[in-house]
């Protein structure tokens, strides 16, 4: 299924934009060839033989007959310009800032990374040295979407290469740290403390191998908000559970179910969202705690569901009353949970709820997560260590034994990281994006969520920085506190990057038949998404 997905990917981005530029083309969308009029100014002290700074300017007239931008002010370029020695002629060359219209901040990365903008003028007035009246013609704009996906998945996959690369020191730490606390046997006293949880959602896996408590320590520490912990020990999971593995390079139930947990993203305190909302000047920027919590344990409740069910199928009708006798514990536990979140939410509990995270003091939580943030990490490594040494273990030549382990995992990754991040690159650049939601909008309107929203929940499960950054921009648009500033923050805390997960997990083993583990992940992801615009609408709609 990822093969298809991946294709899809691809496919669909540079569907969007080879259409994109077609249309462009037709219409002249960048007005190639046309005259612009202009104006620009220059000291009569100037020596025209040689290039001079100026500023010019295309009046909003002309803005919004050639460009359909509508604007107060004319629109002014600092620019370069070369007169030639007849003086009916000059080159033109600008540095676009961010702040002109997003049609010239296009146009002038047409020719690459630099903001730059070229063309011809056409000088029709010198009369007055002062003031000077002409056309320009820009430079030749054609096939910029495609030239825009060019340059993303390039892009793309540098990031992909710095992203392993940069996982190799934090892989060597966390994986020395747990070598030992194996070596140990801590590992093995945690897994057994928490065996009737880890029994039914992995009952194929020993209690007391090595995987259960890798598996153990990553939940834990995605919990807890400690990412940079529960990569690498994710990353070990899936090492340990490919030991077991009989079918090398297909999925098992426990890697489907262990990849369905990550990608619900289940976190107690989402740490990250909550920074952008405090410095967006939130008044309460905690407050989303409470909605993000409900969101993200729908998404794993769904993710184990569903994998669950599917771990199951193919099955044959015979064997289906065998199945739906064999798990009738697991059915009327879902629907107790069910049962139990409905009637909280339907007797006014849920605004109590609302309440109390209202109450909280946003100062206090943030002294909290910085104070966990602060000390967990040095509190894990002193008692893994300090227990490895109390067991008289080895720990130097152990922890470095642990640490050749992560290197390779690192450098493995590697081809798998950019080949996801390419085709996302390619999918959200090309304008495929912008298709969805065009499509998506009858549905989110239907349900209550606003089109400004639905961008974020579409990038979520792709791209963990895209996904931050529009986040960011919608808050600063409409304001942390507004309903939808809320609303996209628990998104962020209801989700996690799942197509990210799949790829760096499944490729760390070698994994090509991933099974149903990206249906469970995405239906996570979509009753993640439901769940947060369900309690947000409930509790501050």
Not at 360 to 387: C, D, R, W, Y
Not at 400 to 418: H, Q, S
Request: aromatic share 10%; with cysteine; charged share 15%.
């Amino acid at each position: 299924m990822l093969n298809y997905i991946w294709l899809g990917l691809i496919f669909l981005g540079l569907a969007a934009a080879l259409s994109t530029d077609l249309q462009d083309k037709a219409t002249n969308k960048y007005q190639s060839g046309n005259p612009i009029p202009i104006t620009f100014h220059a000291d009569s002290s100037i020596d025209y033989s040689q290039a001079f700074d100026t500023k010019v300017t295309i009046d909003k007239k002309n803005l919004y007959k050639y460009y359909q931008i509508k604007s107060e002010n004319d629109l002014t370029l600092s620019a370069k310009v070369s007169i030639n020695g007849n003086k009916s002629e000059a080159s033109f060359f600008a540095i676009i800032e961010k702040t002109a219209p997003d049609i010239f901040q296009k146009m002038a990365k047409v020719s690459g990374k630099e903001n730059d903008l070229t063309g011809t003028i056409k000088l029709s007035s010198m009369s007055d040295l002062s003031f000077i009246q002409g056309t320009i013609v820009f430079e030749e704009v054609s096939f910029l979407s495609l030239k825009e996906v060019t340059n993303s998945a390039l892009s793309y996959a540098e990031t992909a290469v710095n992203i392993a690369l940069g996982l190799i020191g934090v892989m060597a730490l966390w994986l020395g740290v747990m070598k030992i606390a194996e070596e140990a046997g801590l590992i093995t006293y945690i897994a057994r403390a928490l065996k009737p949880i880890t029994k039914f959602l992995f009952p194929e896996v020993p209690s007391e191998h090595p995987a259960m408590g890798a598996m153990i320590m990553n939940i834990s520490a995605n919990f807890l908000g400690l990412g940079n912990a529960a990569t690498p020990f994710g990353l070990k999971a899936m090492e340990e559970l490919d030991k077991l593995n009989p079918n090398k390079g297909t999925a098992t139930n426990a890697m489907c179910t262990f990849l369905a947990v990550n990608t619900a993203g289940m976190t107690l305190i989402p740490a990250t969202a909550i920074a952008i909302r405090a410095s967006a000047g939130s008044s309460e920027p905690a407050v989303i705690i409470g909605t993000a919590l409900f969101g993200s344990t729908c998404a794993t409740i769904t993710g184990i569901t569903v994998a669950k069910i599917m771990e199951k199928f193919p099955i044959r009708f015979s064997e289906f009353g065998k199945w739906l006798n064999e798990s009738k514990k697991f059915l009327i536990s879902l629907f107790a949970i069910g049962l139990v979140v409905a009637i909280i939410l339907l007797t006014g509990l849920g605004n109590s709820i609302s309440s109390f995270f209202n109450f909280i003091n946003p100062e206090l939580i943030k002294n909290i997560i910085q104070v966990v943030s602060i000390i967990a990490i040095p509190f894990l490594i002193t008692v893994f260590i300090g227990f490895g040494a109390y067991k008289k273990v080895k720990v130097y030549e152990t922890f470095v034994e642990g640490a050749k382990e992560g290197f390779n995992v690192a450098i493995r990754i590697i081809p798998y990281l950019v080949a996801m991040l390419m085709a996302i690159g390619i999918f959200r650049t090309g304008g495929a994006m912008d298709w969805l939601i065009y499509l998506l909008k009858p549905l989110t309107n239907f349900i209550g969520m606003p089109a400004e929203a639905l961008p974020m929940a579409l990038m979520r499960p792709l791209s963990g920085s895209g996904s931050l950054g529009i986040m960011a921009e919608i808050i600063s648009v409409h304001g942390p506190d507004s309903f939808i500033g809320i609303l996209v923050s628990t998104f962020f805390g209801s989700t996690e990057t799942t197509f990210y997960v799949l790829a760096v997990y499944f490729g760390s083993v070698g994994i090509k038949r991933i099974r149903h583990a990206v249906v469970a992940g995405i239906m996570a992801d979509i009753v993640g998404i439901l769940a947060a615009v369900f309690i947000v609408t409930l509790l501050f709609g």
